[in-house]
């Protein structure tokens, strides 16, 4: 590519961020013509960023290329979906990390297992894979069929990560092209079966990943995870406006670290607060749909591979777990009942 061409193509800056054409890899080609290919099918964006780069004056043919959207053929609400034989996707998102998320996550997903739903779990979090040891399945290397890779069958789930596709401690300094491009293969090259629901543990933060997965499924509904403290709730606000900018629809709050359990007397305290999502909750016009608090089954058993959902089902832990479960089955009908989420042709807002 023409190098001093594509300096000036660093000052485009995609509609709705901070980064460049050239940053999230749109740009393909620059000889003999510029050819983009971007990820909106909206024309204000193509129109934008053709006005855009007219005004460089570069000398060349512009080309901008957009998704293709297919006619529905499966079950799918929006215009895309390449996963179409999951019938379910559940984003699970966070303003920032170290709140739970993970631990959220695949608690929720062996809940709903246990309610006899048929249930998958991908790990998205590309730069922090924590679900297999959390499950246990560090070591266990994925099979392959035919030119799909079989997701590991754990705790009556199906799972998988990046964290057993690549060598142990190993990290990953990608930049967001290399990251929607890794999101869309665990989705259409692992051979998902027929899912009721799929659980997408995303990595914490508002960026590609989340934009990638909501342009590339029909996400059903999302779930925020948060701690009571305040520094906490303002970075789940993003979060939970990187929903109303997706059109995704918020099935709850899942509030962590909500009080601490004594292994002694098994009293309850508000050692971090609590009720503090709430607030966010009101704001947003949706609830709560669990307060789990501090419990040394869920740290044992998160570090041991043994998840309190599965080993420790009489906990308090596991039993919100389950009460959030079910709450979250309930919005995902009453969604669907509505039309369904309809996230496709997304233009995000966010920076």
């Given at each position: 590519?023409?190098?001093?061409?594509?300096?000036?193509?660093?000052?485009?800056?995609?509609?709705?961020?901070?980064?460049?054409?050239?940053?999230?890899?749109?740009?393909?080609?620059?000889?003999?013509?510029?050819?983009?290919?971007?990820?909106?099918?909206?024309?204000?964006?193509?129109?934008?960023?053709?006005?855009?780069?007219?005004?460089?004056?570069?000398?060349?043919?512009?080309?901008?290329?957009?998704?293709?959207?297919?006619?529905?053929?499966?079950?799918?609400?929006?215009?895309?979906?390449?996963?179409?034989?999951?019938?379910?996707?559940?984003?699970?998102?966070?303003?920032?990390?170290?709140?739970?998320?993970?631990?959220?996550?695949?608690?929720?997903?062996?809940?709903?297992?246990?309610?006899?739903?048929?249930?998958?779990?991908?790990?998205?979090?590309?730069?922090?894979?924590?679900?297999?040891?959390?499950?246990?399945?560090?070591?266990?290397?994925?099979?392959?069929?035919g030119k799909q890779i079989k997701p590991i069958g754990t705790h009556g789930i199906e799972m998988m990560s990046m964290g057993v596709l690549i060598e142990a401690g190993q990290g990953l300094m990608w930049r967001g092209a290399m990251i929607m491009s890794a999101i869309k293969q665990l989705?259409?090259?692992?051979?998902?079966?027929?899912?009721?629901?799929?659980?997408?543990?995303?990595?914490?933060?508002?960026?590609?990943?989340?934009?990638?997965?909501?342009?590339?499924?029909?996400?059903?509904?999302?779930?925020?995870?948060?701690?009571?403290?305040?520094?906490?709730?303002?970075?789940?606000?993003?979060?939970?406006?990187?929903?109303?900018?997706?059109?995704?629809?918020v099935a709850g709050i899942v509030e962590n670290m909500s009080g601490f359990i004594c292994p002694c007397c098994g009293k309850e305290y508000d050692i971090f607060g609590k009720d503090g999502a709430q607030s966010l909750a009101t704001g947003y016009n949706c609830e709560v749909i669990a307060?789990?608090?501090?419990?040394?089954?869920?740290?044992?058993?998160?570090?041991?591979?043994?998840?309190?959902?599965?080993?420790?089902?009489?906990?308090?832990?596991?039993?919100?777990?389950?009460?959030?479960?079910?709450?979250?089955?309930?919005?995902?009908?009453?969604?669907?009942?509505?039309?369904?989420?309809?996230?496709?042709?997304?233009?995000?807002?966010?920076?």
């Open positions: 590519m023409n190098e001093e061409i594509l300096e000036k193509l660093k000052t485009v800056v995609y509609p709705g961020f901070k980064k460049s054409v050239v940053d999230f890899g749109f740009v393909k080609a620059t000889d003999p013509k510029i050819v983009l290919e971007i990820v909106s099918n909206k024309p204000e964006v193509a129109d934008k960023l053709r006005a855009d780069i007219t005004a460089l004056n570069l000398n060349r043919e512009l080309e901008i290329r957009t998704p293709h959207i297919e006619e529905e053929k499966s079950n799918s609400r929006s215009g895309q979906n390449i996963a179409p034989q999951i019938k379910n996707f559940v984003m699970i998102s966070s303003g920032k990390g170290g709140v739970g998320k993970s631990t959220t996550t695949l608690n929720l997903a062996i809940s709903l297992a246990k309610m006899g739903k048929k249930v998958g779990l991908l790990d998205a979090d590309i730069y922090g894979p924590n679900v297999p040891r959390m499950l246990g399945e560090e070591n266990t290397q994925p099979s392959v069929v989705l259409n090259e692992v051979a998902w079966s027929d899912l009721d629901v799929l659980f997408l543990d995303m990595p914490p933060g508002t960026g590609d990943a989340q934009i990638t997965l909501a342009q590339s499924v029909p996400v059903t509904a999302g779930v925020c995870v948060t701690t009571p403290q305040t520094v906490a709730l303002d970075d789940s606000a993003r979060a939970m406006d990187m929903f109303e900018k997706l059109h995704i629809p307060q789990i608090p501090i419990e040394p089954a869920i740290r044992i058993g998160g570090d041991a591979g043994r998840p309190v959902s599965f080993y420790a089902p009489d906990s308090v832990s596991a039993k919100r777990y389950a009460q959030a479960a079910a709450k979250l089955w309930e919005k995902i009908e009453q969604i669907n009942a509505n039309g369904g989420a309809d996230n496709s042709a997304i233009q995000p807002t966010m920076k």
